[in-house]
């Protein structure tokens, strides 16, 4: 696994049971966040090249090892990016609104993301959240921890709602995609349960 903050994952992959992440996440985030982890979660100015690392699973990485995504001169996105689209519109749009621009009940995620590192993004989504007297009425976000849905593809929904906020990604279907690699599908499978 490379990413140790990540910790909910199975092999450094995807989750092989949504039940126990929860109680992994619980842990992972009482490890302490790298100094820098912050400052590689802003940007780099335009024309700076920010430093990536993919892995066999077709994930893009920053340095610190929070997910990110990779947007080709062309347009061509990650898979990452491309499934986060499909599986936010899936899951989470109805709250949230069309590409993250949220709606009269819940917040907009292509704002909240600006500032939400991954670990928080990862907590709100597993165990849920209240914001209680805000505005005329109570705000709830609900647990997705037991989710499938949701949990075995929490880096990429992360990923799409991360481009959205960084202005990355426009508010349309990205017409181009890299493939899904062949161990991203096995574990997906691992994740649901399915033979492979």
């Not at 780099?44 to 995504?69: I, N, Q």
């Not at 069309?98 to 909240?112: F, H, I």
């Not at 505005?135 to 709602?161: H, R, W």
């Not at 991360?162 to 991203?184: C, I």
């Amino acid at each position: 696994m490379k990413n140790p903050v990540r910790g909910w994952l199975v092999s450094g992959i995807l989750p092989a049971s949504a039940g126990v992440s929860a109680l992994v996440l619980a842990t992972t985030l009482l490890m302490p966040i790298p100094s820098h982890a912050q400052e590689a979660a802003t940007p780099a100015p335009a024309g700076e090249p920010v430093a990536k690392e993919k892995d066999d699973l077709g994930e893009y990485t920053l340095p610190d090892g929070t997910p990110t995504y990779n947007i080709g001169k062309d347009g061509t996105v990650d898979w990452y990016t491309y499934s986060g689209y499909r599986r936010y519109h899936a899951e989470c749009h109805v709250c949230h609104g069309p590409d993250g621009m949220g709606s009269t009940y819940a917040p907009a995620l292509a704002d909240s993301l600006k500032t939400m590192t991954y670990e928080q993004f990862m907590e709100t989504v597993v165990n849920g959240k209240k914001n209680i007297g805000v505005g005329t009425a109570d705000q709830v976000m609900p647990s997705f921890g037991e989710n499938k849905n949701v949990m075995c593809y929490l880096d990429d929904i992360y990923i799409y709602l991360k481009a959205r906020a960084d202005g990355a990604l426009g508010r349309v279907r990205p017409s181009k995609r890299e493939d899904k690699s062949n161990a991203y599908k096995e574990n997906e499978d691992q994740c649901f349960g399915r033979a492979g």
